[in-house]
């Protein structure tokens, strides 16, 4: 093979890999290997950025699920007619939210239709639900303080929450009979209760009155601690109950 065979041997590949179509000196064979090593130099640096976007999207995916997992529990029970429900939580959770839509559920007076807890609450009032009044009726709500929520859902040592003795008109509430409850828990915030509070008393502006459970106050703060902390607000004032 001559020097010019090979020459144009050389242009062609290089021409291949740049899509030209026009003849090269010997300059421009020169100017092409440049673009060739560019080329492939700028292909490999895209291809190594798609590749590590995707093994991080896929680790940080797997890492948000992980940490879903963690903290949001879903499950469902069926009633037994009682005043008490039970399922397992694999956390202990910071809220709960129990809901019943089961149509036989209108069926006897003082079922529960609702119930959502905030364990981690320092305000008054911790859970909220809502009951039958009457059998097909209309329905009833009421409250459950902080002091006392507790005592409404004990959590075992092998993660068993039950539900118990929620008052309701006329007696105590009751889960249906073969009625679905649909059970919603959830861990929202690894701070203490101690750091919670501060944080909440931090951000008040202006003034007001803030109402506090005693049980949290007392159990998170010493009275000197306490005394300090709401002094920051003297705009303020604090109803420990």
């Known amino acids: 093979m001559s020097v010019n065979e090979k020459m144009t041997t050389i242009a062609d590949k290089i021409r291949t890999h740049t899509g030209d179509s026009h003849l090269l000196t010997l300059d421009g ?13 700028m292909d490999g640096e895209d291809e190594g950025k798609r590749v590590g976007y995707n093994l991080g999207y896929e680790a940080g995916t797997a890492d948000e699920i992980a940490k879903c997992v963690a903290k949001h529990f879903v499950t469902t029970v069926i009633g037994n007619g009682t005043t008490s429900l039970s399922f397992k939580v694999p ?6 939210v129990i809901c019943c839509f089961d149509p036989r559920i209108r069926g006897a007076k003082n079922n529960l239709l609702t119930w959502t807890a905030d364990l981690r609450s320092f305000g008054i009032m911790s859970c909220r639900y ?9 329905f009833t709500a009421g409250t459950v303080g902080t002091s006392s ?7 075992a040592e092998d993660g068993t929450i039950t539900i118990q003795n929620i008052a309701g008109s006329g007696g105590k509430c009751i889960f249906a009979s073969d009625c679905l409850y649909i059970v919603v828990a959830v861990k929202h915030t690894d701070q203490s209760d101690k750091e919670r509070i501060t944080a909440f008393v931090n951000g008040l502006t202006g003034s007001g009155t803030a109402e506090m459970a005693k049980t ?15 002094a920051t607000k003297p705009d303020w004032t604090f109803s420990v109950m």
């Open 29 to 41: 064979i020169a100017d092409g290997v440049d673009t060739v090593f560019i080329r492939g130099y």
């Open 91 to 96: 956390f202990a959770p910071d809220a709960l």
């Open 130 to 138: 809502t009951l039958m009044s009457a059998a097909g009726g209309s």
């Open 149 to 155: 929520v507790y005592t409404h859902c004990p959590q």
């Open 216 to 230: 949290k106050v007392d159990a998170a703060f010493t009275a000197e601690e306490w005394a300090a902390l709401i």
